[in-house]
Nanobody
């Protein structure tokens, strides 16, 4: 059983920055993907970024490329999302997610991720 605890959300003005953290408990270092998803009111949950934990290969949604950076600290079992140049359209609840995988790619679909955090709210004002 993997438990994920997010932190770091908040309210910022457009152009500002936030760093989200996701501490993973009960996680064994193996072939897996960790990702950040977000869901705005009335919209579907979408993958923002993901990382294949063994190689560190990263994946980003087109809407955040060049602004967001996903990273991991294996010693601390913690996932991060550095968000720079925030826009009002980035406003959403952000979730950390985890799944074990057989291959080296991380799925886009949220429904295949096994474990989820409780979410942290990010609000960007114009």
């Amino acid at each position: 059983q993997v438990q994920l605890v997010e932190s770091g959300g908040g309210s910022v003005q457009a152009g500002g920055s936030l760093r989200l953290s996701c501490a993973a408990y009960g996680y064994s270092y193996s072939s897996s993907c960790m990702g950040w998803f977000r869901q705005a009111p009335g919209k579907e949950r979408e993958r923002v970024a993901a990382i294949y934990t063994l190689s560190g290969i990263t994946y980003y949604a087109d809407s955040v490329k060049g602004r967001f950076t996903i990273s991991q600290d294996n010693a601390k079992n913690t996932l991060y999302l550095q968000m720079n140049g925030l826009k009002p359209e980035d406003t959403a609840m952000y979730y950390c997610a985890f799944m074990y995988v057989l291959g080296g790619t991380c799925p886009v679909r949220p429904d295949v991720y096994t474990y989820w955090g409780q979410g942290t709210q990010v609000t960007v004002s114009s």
